[in-house]
């Protein structure tokens, strides 16, 4: 499975929008990007996946250039609500391969 | 809505105990997931199954084993309880990984303290 480098921590005031990177430069061909937010004292929960361009929905974008090396998750306007940690994943989404998750970049977002 | 419940959200346990860690779902999920997390680690996993009766090792096996005995139930169990074993416990279950916005969905997890 591809490895994936992102920020430990980021800090945000509310009402910015924040970008958290991810890089993962032996990403394969079939290999989907995934990004998984954890709360504390929850189980992580989907977010967002994509695999090449743009992919946006209610909760956050995803960006990934033409190379798909890295990818950026996109949070519009945070709220002191979406202080978590973030996950990004890269791997088969065909078959039964396993969900392997780095160690996440914590974001605090602060009044 | 899926469901992914862990039987205990907080468990004591003596050193050299016998503990079992149940996790059941409730959407027919073929995949299931064990992981432990533990701070600056992030998640780490388990073991994993892709069917009943069926378990792969994941990145850390050691001292833990699994059972499936049914496709609703994984079971995490440690055979002899140790205190590096402390840990807070996830467990997941997932459609087989295929297409697009295949997730997998989280328990609230079990904190295991071994004292």
């Known amino acids: 499975l591809a490895k994936t480098t992102q920020p430990i921590s980021m800090d945000s005031y509310e009402g910015q929008e924040v970008n958290i990177t991810c890089s993962h430069n032996?990403?394969?061909?079939?290999?989907?990007i995934t990004w998984y937010q954890q709360f504390p004292s929850q189980g992580p929960r989907f977010i967002i996946q994509g695999y090449k361009t743009k992919v946006t929905n209610e909760v956050a974008s995803l960006f990934i250039p033409a190379d798909r090396k890295s990818s950026t998750l996109s949070l519009p306007r945070v709220s002191l609500s979406d202080t978590a940690v973030y996950y990004c994943?890269?791997?088969?989404?065909?078959?039964?391969?396993?969900?392997?998750f780095g160690k996440g970049t914590r974001l605090s977002v602060i009044a | 809505d899926v469901k992914v419940t862990q039987s205990s959200r907080y468990l004591v346990k003596r050193t050299g105990e016998k503990v079992f860690l149940e996790c059941v779902q409730d959407?027919?999920?073929?995949?299931m997931f064990w992981y432990r997390q533990d701070p600056g680690l992030g998640l780490r996993l388990i073991y994993f199954?892709?069917?009943?009766?069926?378990?792969e090792k994941g990145d850390i096996p050691e001292g833990y084993s699994v059972s499936r005995e049914k496709k609703e139930r994984f079971s995490l169990i440690l055979e002899s309880a140790s205190t590096n074993q402390t840990s807070m416990y996830l467990c997941?279950?997932?459609?087989?990984?295929?297409?697009?916005?295949?997730?997998?969905?989280f328990g609230q997890g079990t904190r295991l303290t071994v004292v």
């Open positions: 997941a279950s997932s459609l087989p990984l295929r297409g697009l916005n295949t997730e997998a969905f």
């Open positions: 959407m027919d999920h073929e995949n």
């Open positions: 032996n990403i394969a061909t079939n290999d989907y």
């Open positions: 199954s892709y069917d009943v009766k069926m378990k």
């Open positions: 994943l890269v791997g088969l989404t065909v078959g039964n391969t396993p969900l392997v």
